[in-house]
């Protein structure tokens, strides 16, 4: 199968994109949605790995790998819980704003908006709100999303987020990648 590189370079733009007709086609630091994070590393490595539980339901949880990736500084995967073949669900490009910079996060998220509605021609989504994570209603977000139209589902985005100066987290740019089933509980079992 063909593969295309969603990757994050230095200047923030996307290189030699086509039109992709599947969420497969895409790639952040290697990973594709739909293949086994044992392609990638054996089965007590992935163990060995914090699992991460953000949701009310523990169908899914997410890992980190910050080793032998090149363009962000944080590559997170979400696998379906108890699923012995660790089919990756979910990728996600992380660069954190240390210095809270809020428009720069904000420039280079426009930036790859722009790469990808001009490389890809995909329609890009706005929306901006609350980050559920945070109780006080204080960190928000920005957000694109991208409407893959052999599906005519979203499961592609890029997202600012910006944490309270009271909260833990720095602000955050992350590229994000679903299958439809991970976008589907996102929307309808995640938060309940």
């Not at 032998?68 to 669900?89: A, G």
């Amino acid at each position: 199968m063909k593969r295309l590189f969603l990757i994050l370079i230095l200047t923030f733009s996307f290189h030699s994109l086509t039109k992709a007709d599947d969420i497969r086609d895409f790639e952040i630091e290697g990973f594709s949605v739909g293949d086994s994070l044992l392609d990638y590393y054996s089965e007590a490595e992935i163990n060995s790995k914090y699992k991460n539980y953000h949701y009310s339901s523990k169908k899914y949880y997410q890992i980190g790998i910050e080793k032998n990736i090149n363009q962000y500084e944080l590559v997170t995967i979400h696998l379906k819980n108890k699923d012995k073949r660790y089919i990756i669900h979910n990728i996600g490009g992380v660069i954190e704003f240390k210095n809270r910079d809020k428009k720069k996060c904000e420039n280079q998220m426009e930036i790859i908006k722009d790469s990808i509605v001009k490389n890809l021609k995909l329609r890009a989504d706005f929306d901006e709100g609350n980050l559920s994570w945070d109780r006080t209603g204080k960190s928000k977000f920005k957000r694109y999303s991208f409407l893959m139209p052999s599906t005519n589902k979203y499961n592609l985005s890029v997202i600012c987020q910006f944490w309270d100066v009271n909260t833990p987290f720095s602000h955050l740019l992350k590229t994000s990648i679903n299958s439809e089933d991970f976008s589907f509980f996102l929307i309808n079992e995640a938060y309940k």
